[in-house]
């Protein structure tokens, strides 16, 4: 499904593994066109459909934009480029090699969901003349619109946000917490391998300078932007790890502490935690190992 959001702004449900409102992808339409982000590579034809429905051809656009190299913002884009013939791939430094030759990636998927990674679809690489690394502060342009990369690297490395200056469009990638209408709690963007809990904060920080009009989040959708969104973000990651820190004393099972952190994610958002969706527990899964691993390595360096 796609959804004019702004004038030459639509959101692209991508229903990652045939659901809705989980992943989405941005288009944005000038006199250059550029996608952002493009879900996982068994949403290709969702995205395809999707755009040509807007009476665009997929040869038209000209950047395929990634914010990080994780699956489901990255994984259609080798395929998506086949059909975008014209199209430039750009990304941080350091997803670069990954997206050219993504036997990494698909190995630490494997070894992170198993069995289910295979609804994932076939990550195909990217031609390396197809693909540029983009310094943090450097702009493009669409016309009318121009594209700021930032490195946010507390996610991922590999992360950057995109920020359109001209309309004050931030598009966060994972630097902001999910939040799923189907279970409406904040779920912190803390997944493994290498998140980062002070590069975080001083991303949020930084993009809190800004002064965005809109958040366009990929998990989900568009979100209103002020001062307090990212004190909250800020305050949430504080509250997460100390909740993460005090579980980890206790007990040592992931599955277990997933269930008290739905549990405690439930009553700090005042949600029926009976409700849970289990994408929406795969996520919180994830934040929780991420943030576990993060306290691990911190163990391990002190
Ligand atoms: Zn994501």
């Known amino acids: 499904m796609i959804m004019q959001v702004q004038d030459s702004a639509y959101l692209i449900d991508t229903m990652a593994l045939g659901i809705r409102n989980f992943v989405a992808a941005y288009l944005l339409v000038d006199e250059k066109v550029a996608v952002i982000d493009t879900g996982y590579a068994s949403s290709l034809n969702v995205l395809l459909s999707d755009i040509r429905s807007?009476?665009?051809?997929?040869?038209?656009?000209?950047?395929?934009?990634?914010?990080?190299?994780?699956?489901?913002?990255?994984?259609?884009?080798?395929?998506?480029?086949?059909?975008?013939?014209?199209?430039?791939v750009l990304a941080h430094p350091r997803g670069v090699k990954h997206l050219i030759d993504p036997t990494r990636l698909i190995s630490?998927?494997?070894?992170?969901?198993?069995q289910e990674a295979a609804r994932f679809g076939k990550v195909d690489p990217i031609p390396p003349e197809r693909i540029y690394g983009?310094?943090?502060?450097?702009?493009v342009?669409?016309?009318?619109m121009r594209l700021k990369f930032i490195y946010t690297q507390g996610h991922a490395p590999h992360h950057l946000c995109v920020y359109e200056e001209t309309n004050s469009f931030l598009f966060t990638g994972d630097a902001v917490s999910g939040a799923y209408p189907s279970f409406p709690v904040f779920v912190p963007p803390s997944v493994p391998p290498s998140f980062d809990f002070i590069g975080l904060i001083d991303d949020l920080?930084?993009?809190?300078?800004?002064?965005?009009?809109l958040l366009m989040t990929p998990h989900f959708g568009i979100r209103e932007a002020s001062k307090n969104v990212f004190e909250e973000e800020i305050s949430l990651l504080n509250w997460w790890k100390d909740f993460i820190s005090s579980e980890k004393e206790n007990c040592s099972d992931v599955e277990l502490?997933?269930?008290a952190a739905c549990k405690a994610l439930a009553k700090k958002f005042s949600v029926d935690v009976k409700e849970v969706p289990d994408y929406v527990r795969m996520s919180i899964r994830l934040a929780v190992e991420g943030m576990l691993g993060?306290?691990?390595?911190?163990?391990?360096?002190?």
Do not use: F, Q, W
Not at 57 to 71: E, G, K, N
Not at 141 to 144: A, D, H, N, P, R
């Open 257 to 259: 502490i997933t269930d």
């Open 294 to 302: 993060y306290l691990e390595r911190l163990t391990t360096k002190s």
């Open 108 to 114: 630490s998927v494997k070894e992170l969901y198993g």
């Open 134 to 139: 983009v310094e943090d502060g450097t702009c």
């Open 205 to 213: 920080k930084l993009l809190m300078r800004l002064g965005s009009r």
């Open 141 to 144: 342009s669409l016309g009318s």
């Open 54 to 88: 807007i009476s665009l051809d997929p040869s038209t656009i000209d950047y395929v934009i990634i914010t990080h190299v994780h699956l489901d913002h990255a994984g259609a884009a080798g395929a998506l480029i086949k059909n975008a013939i014209n199209a430039k």
